[in-house]
């Protein structure tokens, strides 16, 4: 297997997180992740213009989303995860397991809803055009428990245990697409489960916690098939650089070790989202319940103390 790197000296000193971190921007991914910032940022600053609020903690949460590709894609990890089994599980995981989470946090849907203009009447603008994806027969069948968990769990098996994986590692722009699959397929997983956005998919909290732990083990499974294998099993990376003075095999092990990991950590932040959003909609439903009383003007009590007063007359 060529090392090469699409282009770029693959002869890389020995890993450490510092020589990761280093800045080694990607184009495609700068670019998006620029791109996504800038936009919302501008839906948030049309909001506040016109006397609107926008959650900061959302603001928060999407920034760091969005920084969190970067972080993989924009950095030495990038360069290193092109030769390294370990430090691409590291990317493949935070793009297709934290970073959805976090950006779906930020809400990006409802707040380009509320932030692009109505069209006229008879016109169709972008705001339209994102309802009729959003109520699409396109985006009910990708965002359905029977499509997104079969397809979560194909991005690693039908990826990495099939000549596919070694095939797109070959290009730049199969990296590239197999790394934006990988986002893509968090999105459109995790997406009905947190239940921030609107969807065509929104199911209850029980269920959104039962789709959540039906892809989940299948990571944890893959992690340690990786780690218990006696042999390399991706071509891409049996023979890494002699001047990062590692063991495949022990990468590979290494790798297993990560996916297996960090299965763990999502479904930590989303059961802890769950909880939050359940509680907030409980109170929610309280507080509705109240004001309803409140105007029927406890109609429900007096209607009982009626009885009760008939009953007594009845007695006499």
């Not at 603001?59 to 920084?67: D, E, P, S, Y």
């Not at 969190?68 to 995860?81: E, I, Q």
């Not at 109505?118 to 705001?127: F, I, Q, S, W």
């Amino acid at each position: 297997m060529d090392h090469s790197g699409h282009g770029m000296n693959m002869d890389l000193p020995p890993f450490t997180l510092e020589r990761g971190l280093q800045f080694s921007p990607d184009a495609f991914f700068l670019i998006g992740c620029l791109l996504a910032l800038g936009l919302y940022g501008y839906g948030v600053l049309r909001l506040r213009r016109r006397g609107d609020a926008w959650p900061v903690g959302r603001t928060v949460f999407f920034f760091i989303g969005v920084l969190s590709v970067a972080l993989v894609m924009c950095t030495k990890l990038n360069d290193y995860g092109m030769v390294m089994f370990s430090v691409h599980m590291v990317q493949h995981m935070v793009i297709s397991m934290l970073s959805p989470i976090l950006v779906l946090l930020g809400a990006p849907v409802t707040l380009a809803l509320r932030a692009l203009p109505v069209a006229g009447r008879g016109r169709t603008g972008p705001r339209e055009l994102l309802l009729m994806l959003l109520h699409s027969r396109y985006m009910r069948v990708i965002t359905h428990p029977v499509f997104t968990i079969p397809m979560f769990i194909a991005s690693l098996y039908a990826l990495y245990f099939t000549p596919l994986f070694d095939f797109l590692m070959e290009s730049k722009t199969g990296h590239i697409a197999m790394m934006v699959h990988f986002l893509a397929v968090g999105l459109v997983f995790f997406w009905p489960i947190m239940g921030v956005d609107p969807g065509p998919h929104r199911p209850g909290y029980v269920m959104r916690m039962l789709e959540l732990f039906a892809g989940m083990p299948f990571h944890a499974f893959f992690g340690i098939a990786l780690m218990m294998a006696t042999t390399p099993m991706i071509d891409t990376y049996k023979n890494p650089p002699a001047s990062l003075g590692i063991d495949a095999l022990s990468d590979q092990s290494a790798a297993g070790g990560i996916a297996w990991a960090f299965s763990e950590i999502p479904s930590v932040l989303v059961l802890i989202a769950l909880v939050f959003q359940w509680y907030r909609s409980e109170q929610r439903a309280a507080r509705r319940s109240d004001r309803a009383e409140e105007r029927n003007g406890d109609q429900e009590l007096q209607a009982y103390n009626a009885y009760l007063a008939s009953l007594q007359a009845r007695g006499r």
